[in-house]
């Protein structure tokens, strides 16, 4: 059974930093690309972040890059968001996607059950 397990977030003030974490089981990480997605209070999802099976190829929206960044640990199944300089706009559940292909872009299959951000003074 595939199981994405986020942990990390919390309260911070704007400026702050936080880092979120993602364990998976059930199936063989580093065969696949993870992603990071998050949903703010009475909006859609937005795609946050992804990278590739290998680590080696990572993308970021627009208005993460520069202050975030993901990385994964392929030995220990775990996948990584590292938010600095957070904004209040950065309120959000933040999820753990396990990604289709070993490459990114294709699409997710399961989510994990999400962590909550909350960036306030």
């Known amino acids: 059974e595939v199981q994405l397990v986020e942990s990390g977030g919390g309260l911070v003030q704007p400026g702050g930093s936080l880092r979120l974490s993602c364990a998976a089981s059930?199936?063989?990480?580093?065969?696949?690309?993870m992603s990071w997605v998050r949903q703010a209070p009475g909006k859609g999802l937005e795609w946050v972040s992804a990278?590739?099976?290998?680590?080696?190829?990572?993308y970021y929206a627009e208005s993460m890059k520069g202050r975030f960044t993901i990385s994964r640990d392929n030995a220990k199944n775990t996948l990584y968001l590292q938010m600095n300089s957070l904004k209040s706009e950065d309120t959000a559940v933040y999820y753990c996607t396990k990604d289709l292909s070993p490459l990114v872009g294709v699409g997710y299959d399961y989510w994990g059950q999400g962590t909550q951000v909350t960036v306030s003074s």
């Open positions: 990278i590739s099976w290998n680590g080696g190829s990572t």
């Open positions: 059930g199936f063989t990480f580093n065969d696949y690309a």
